[in-house]
Structure formats: C-alpha cells, structure tokens
C-alpha cells in the first residue's frame, strides 16, 4: 500500500527565512510524487511534481524539491519565504500502478512571521 | 483555460438527505478522480474515471456513495442518507491521461446538520 508522511504539522518561518518540508513516502514501483498548496477556502495547486529524470526538480513560485530514493524522501525548499507562502502544503505519492489515484500526506501548515 | 470547476460551493443538508455534487473537469481531459478531505487532514481517494467508466471505486466508503460519469465528461457525486460523518470538502480533479498531472477544482464544501 502508498503512504506518505509529513512529519511537521505546523512550521513557524520568518520572512526572508529558508523553508524546507520533509515528505516521506512507501510505494512498492516508480513513484510519482508532488507537491501542493492550499490557501484557506481554496483548492490544491500543483506547486512541482517528480515523474522521471533529475531528482532535483523545479516548481512554481521559486520552490523546488529533491527526490531522494535510498531515503524514500521528496523535501520541499523555498531559499526566501514571502508572507504569501502562508498556506498548507501538501505531498502526495502516485504512480501508473495505482492508475494515479494519489495518496496525501497529512499536511504541512505554514506561519510566516513579518 | 477553465479550469476544473464544481458546483454547488456550498451544501447544507440535514442527516438522512439525499445530495448531488456536480464536476466540470477541463476540456478534453478523460480521467477523472474525486477526492474527500476531512477538517485537518489531506484528501482521500474515493474513485476514478477514465472515460465513462469507473476504473478504481475502493476509496468509497460505503455503499451510500455512488458516483456517474455517463457521456465521459461531467461527473456527479451522489450521497444518500447522508449522515454527519460525511460533513467534509469534496475535491475533483482531472488530467490529460491516467499518469497524468491531476488539476483540482475549488472542491464543495457539505455540512450535514
């Protein structure tokens, strides 16, 4: 069965601050991984995903993250945090084997301080 | 373009009720999940379409649920008797093929009273 964990429930981050989320994930075959964010009362956006290729992958509004497979891992980095990136985040693992069908981590809520 | 979209964004309905969420994927996309996200937690898996049929419905928890797609584009979530459990946002979203980047709606919110 796919898991994903997101140790850090809630992480605090000044402004200008380095950000990072860690990600843990069990899937049996080639993972595909991402990343979401979620703002109060809106939907998920794709942030970056992770199907093939570098593991160190590009995303939207200057995030990146790091697919590591000796450590099932796949950690999100934001160098600067801006008050925007106040949100939820969240890692999700998925895969041609399940059909796509994704599996979420618990979430990660971030506070940025001014 | 339009993204996915989902009516209504808001359902209040008293336990026992019978409700529908609607889902617009994007143009063209043929698959298409809904997902369930409990107050606190990340979404949950509850079924897949590609195409008109459903591929993966193990993520339902229970008969009271059923979901359609009849001509491959929108689909309708249907709940019935609904209880006070089942109070959560309701996500759908769609891509371009089964391996595909999956794009979320703005979900339905349901609270059952």
């Known amino acids: 069965a796919q898991s994903v964990t997101q140790p850090d429930i809630h992480i605090t981050v000044s402004e200008g601050a380095s950000l990072e989320l860690r990600c843990n994930y069990s899937?049996?075959?080639?993972?595909?991984l991402f990343w979401y964010v979620q703002s109060p009362g809106q939907g998920l956006q794709l942030l970056l995903k992770y199907f093939s290729g570098d593991t160190l992958v590009q995303g939207i509004k200057g995030f990146e993250a790091e697919f590591k497979r000796s450590q099932s891992s796949f950690n999100l980095r934001k160098p600067s945090v801006h008050w925007s990136d106040a949100a939820e985040y969240f890692c999700?693992?998925?895969?041609?084997?399940?059909?796509?069908?994704?599996?979420f981590g618990g979430g990660t809520r971030v506070l940025v301080k001014p | 373009g339009a993204g996915v979209s989902q009516t209504p964004s808001n359902k209040v309905t008293e336990k026992g009720k019978y409700v529908e969420l609607r889902c617009d994927p994007i143009?063209?996309?043929?698959?298409l999940y809904w997902y369930r996200q409990s107050l606190g937690q990340g979404p949950e898996f509850l079924i897949y379409?590609?195409?008109?049929?459903?591929?993966?419905d193990s993520g339902l928890p229970n008969d009271r649920f059923f979901a359609v797609r009849p001509e491959g584009s929108v689909s309708t979530l249907k709940i019935q008797r609904t209880e006070r459990g089942d109070s959560a946002v309701y996500l759908c979203?769609?891509?371009?093929?089964?391996?595909?980047?999956?794009?979320f709606g703005p979900g339905t919110r349901l609270l059952v009273l």
């Open positions: 999700a693992v998925g895969g041609r084997a399940a059909g796509n069908k994704l599996t």
């Open positions: 899937y049996g075959a080639t993972p595909y």
């Open positions: 979203a769609s891509s371009s093929g089964t391996g595909e980047t999956q794009y």
């Open positions: 379409f590609q195409g008109t049929g459903a591929a993966d």
């Open positions: 143009s063209g996309h043929t698959a």
